[in-house]
């Protein structure tokens, strides 16, 4: 066996171990279930960024995903979910819209993609999409990518990156806001 | 045929590389060493629980009462195992291993002596590696309580993720001051940024003016939250709560957990010792420092800290949760927010 | 003695950190379901003993507390009734069996004042010295249980150890080391045993500094004032009116001490201070307590003294076959460990009480419970209750 074949093993293992559990959240019935199967989909997410050299993400991915958001996610169905009675049946009503959405995130998707793909054999490393660009630099650098992803952040990306700090305190704030209006009247 | 001939048949018969028998070996070997370090450790708590206590400890069994801790652990996995009629039963049986896998796996980049030989593998994200994996704990922690199918069991659970959650966050700026300072996050440079002299360990280091003691301090602080040890035992407060989010398991499935709070406990000041207190280098340079005389050293510094836990454990009463919420993130967060800037400050100045 | 009024003592604590009484539901509140009741006890690991509190929680406060008591009730108040007089000294022991001599001095002094006689005074000092090595045996079960109420397991053990030995002293005295009935009517059973005093001098100055070391592990803890001051508060002005006593109403900032105020035994005659502390939360019960010890320790130590002096002799009245009081009836208070032990006796002239009445300071102290604790969170609850000292063998009788 060579190195690239276990690759390719690893990678469609991981990516079906991924989707199976997706397939499992959405599926299920058990609310408190279906949120464990999600945190394996951020493992397997992890798992993924892994395979592609990208250190850094799947340390963050596993440690805000899996550590924080299902923790979060938990708790969520924890506080508005009965102990007793847990099972319970997941209606979806929109069914249509979700699958209008999936069609239209897919498109999207598949351009992006396609795009950059199509880029790739003739200018590769110029017309590329720069985050594409930055990791591949990056995976050759001896210390991980930490340092260029955050040569990245706070040069080429600060805008971006400060909306989404903003975007995070706004959401913080809103939240206290609401919970406080809820309390006390 | 020399054993060596030996495994190298035995590795072609199988066909598979290198490297997954290296793995599997250097997997039993660190469970090995987290199992022996846990009975270590409980039976030297027990001990000195005893001394601080006027008691004795563990006296009968083995010289002194060493071989308690072992009894006790056989006793554990020959128990009944008793799952709740009210439990989600596969989830109970899930829970106890998402809690114990990441106190397994964060033993794989701990630098327990020199390396290569006594860190398993150094990986250049190591401490993120470690915060990372050791913060799906939580979800394990609230599982077992939620699966439990009781009340206390879910409040202990509850409690605890939330208690974890908080405290992880102080601790995570905590551990990003000695980061700073080596500019690294792999747990061998990080050492060896600091080296065998002892004002030069980044806990002593004055070039940092305290604030890498500060850190050192908030870090350890943290460290007794997220073992849920005296005076942050909330989860497991007895006058309260009976036992907290493991209070249905039994058996095999409680020493999982029980495995696991221990050697967590002796993860967090492994760390601690290998960010802070300059891993397995010897205080003073003609000190001898290499070999097993580095494992010594390392085991010295982390066990000392296991100590002061555990000596605190002893002391101190208990918190209440909102008191404990607020010390998370109305002081120990912004001090620690405050110490990182300045530090930040000073690497970027120098 | 300076006697309570409402301004002076204490005025210059923050009442208002109190949280109010939540009695009517806020507009908007009636929608919300989330008032529960729950049920804390009988088998609850802090509620020392049988207590049961009914709770009425809404979402981290309480709301509604009714302590709901006699799971342990024994019927000593009817079974006193078809005993002879000497036959009721060994039912006291078990009313509060953490201060059995206590018990058995009240009821002696209650029954010994209806036979309107006088003790030999030799007794009288050895009655005065077991029931302030009681008071220290009972604040120290006390601590001991506070501290693992709030989670601290070890000054459990240091605790212990000095009780084990005021225990150990007991036996020496009477060869029981819970319930005595050692204090019996006309004195006390036998005189001290050769070499009592001199071992007591040599533990006294070991107490003092137990003493020390508890205060610095427990009581002086900075987690421990953070968590027990300022909640269960309880204004001087209730506690009087709640007929409080003992520590708990000490802690109130009121100077009521039986001992003080209704001379008994020989109080009088020896120099103490009356301990009491303005803060009226949990943590001032805790500290007044840690003080007593303090200073039953002083009176221990004259009382010593004075025995030292004394030759041993008589230390029993000799009384018949079987005591007939005159018709008529009696009132005896004491200062027990947990406040205003009081003995009410009606003789018809036979050789059985008409009737015995307990006043239990421990049944009165928790009468306050379901004024002070709505409007606490439930975090506090342990700590609140646990103040109190609860010996439900009292409560319940």
New interface residues.
Partial sequence: MNGGAVWWVFFYALSAFTLFNALLVVTGKNLFKCALHLMLVFLGVAGLFLLQGAFLLAGVQTLIYTGGVTTLILFAIMLSEEVVGRQRQLVSRGVSIGISAAICFLGIALTIFGTAVAQLPENYGVHIAPVAQFVAEASHLPMGNVRAVGVALLTQFLVPFEFASVLLVVAVIGAIVIARLAGGK | MSLTQLCERLLNWTGLPVEVWVGLVVAVIIFLFMTVIVLAVVYLFRKFAGFIQLRLGPRYVGPRGVLQTVCDAVKLLAKEDIIPAEADKGIFIAAPLIVFLPAYLAYIVIPFGQPPHFQPKDLNLGILYVLAITSITVVGIITAGWASGSKWATIGGMRSGAQLISYEVPMSLAVLVPVLISGSLSMKDIAEMQGDRIWYWNAFNISYFGLAFIAFVIYMICALAETNQIPFDLPEAESELVAGYNVEYSGMRFAFFFLAEFSNLFVVCAIATTLFLGGWYAPLPFLPDDGFWSLLWFMLKTLTLVFIVLWIRSTYPRVRIDQLMEFAWKRLFPIALIDLGIVSLIVALR | MKRNSDSGIGSNYPWHKQRPVIEEPR??EALRADRLIVNMGPQH??THGVLRMILTVDGEWVVAAEPDIGYLHRGFEKLAEMRDYDGTIFLSDRWDYLASMSNNIAMSLAIERLLDIQVPERAQWIRMLVAELQRIASHLVFIAAY????????P???CF?ERERIVGFFEALCGARLTYHYVRVGGVAADLPDGFLEELEKFIPMLQSGFDEIDE??IY?P??I??TSGIGIIPPHLAVSYGLSGPMIRASGIPYDVRKCHPYLFYDAVDWDVITHEACDSWARVWVRSQEMRQSLRIVKQVVERLKEMPAGEVRVKLGRSIRPQKGDCYVAIESPRGELGIYIVSDGSGKPYRVKIRGPSFVNLSIAPRVLPGV?I??L??ILGSFDLVMGEVDR
Wanted: aromatic share 10%; proline share 7%.
């Fill in positions: 507009p908007g690991p802090s501290g693992l109420d709030m989670g601290a397991m070890t459990f053990f240091y150890r592990l427990l803890n987690i421990l953070e968590r969170k975090a506090d342990v700590a």
